[in-house]
């Protein structure tokens, strides 16, 4: 696939970008590193807990989706940076075994005011399992470079 610019970017374009499938072993590891909860990283009290087994942290969910970005978007478009996300959602959790895709759609494109050089695309990412439950979603701002400033 060639490099994207932005021009190529038009709302309501949708793609299903990437794979990616999580194991007890990866959950526990970032959980003990970053988000030391019991559920994500002791199976027998993650069993007592309201999620009833272990479950990924969101922070986990949202590395693995920065990961299908980057190695499924970002290098293939002509990406300036990101001035941030919004509306950040872990409305299911992860499990050990669960296989996730991203899917992501444009829903804003503009050309920067104050940077002839680039535009500004709002995309909505979401990593949905193998059951097709979303169990990240949250809206992107990129910086693109212009094919034709």
């Given at each position: 696939?060639?490099?994207?610019?932005?021009?190529?970017?038009?709302?309501?374009?949708?793609?299903d970008?990437?794979?990616?499938?999580?194991?007890?072993?990866?959950?526990?590891?970032?959980?003990?590193?970053?988000?030391?909860?019991?559920?994500h990283?002791?199976?027998?009290?993650?069993?007592?807990?309201?999620?009833?087994?272990?479950?990924?942290?969101?922070?986990?969910?949202?590395?693995?989706?920065?990961?299908?970005?980057?190695?499924?978007?970002?290098?293939?478009?002509?990406?300036?940076a990101?001035?941030?996300?919004?509306?950040?959602?872990?409305?299911?959790?992860?499990?050990?075994?669960?296989?996730?895709?991203?899917?992501?759609?444009?829903?804003?494109?503009?050309?920067?005011?104050?940077?002839?050089?680039?535009?500004?695309?709002?995309?909505?990412?979401?990593?949905?399992?193998?059951?097709?439950?979303?169990?990240?979603?949250?809206?992107?701002?990129?910086?693109?470079?212009?094919?034709?400033?």
């Amino acid at each position: 696939m060639s490099m994207r610019y932005f021009e190529d970017f038009a709302v309501g374009d949708t793609q299903d970008l990437g794979e990616a499938t999580v194991s007890a072993a990866e959950i526990v590891a970032f959980g003990r590193q970053f988000d030391p909860q019991p559920f994500h990283v002791d199976e027998e009290r993650a069993s007592a807990s309201p999620f009833g087994g272990l479950i990924a942290s969101g922070w986990h969910t949202a590395s693995l989706a920065m990961r299908l970005v980057v190695d499924h978007y970002v290098s293939r478009v002509a990406s300036l940076a990101s001035p941030g996300v919004d509306e950040l959602r872990w409305p299911t959790p992860v499990r050990p075994g669960d296989s996730l895709r991203l899917r992501t759609t444009i829903l804003e494109t503009r050309r920067s005011r104050t940077k002839p050089d680039r535009g500004l695309v709002r995309t909505r990412a979401e990593l949905l399992n193998q059951h097709d439950q979303t169990v990240l979603s949250l809206v992107a701002m990129n910086l693109i470079r212009l094919r034709n400033p």
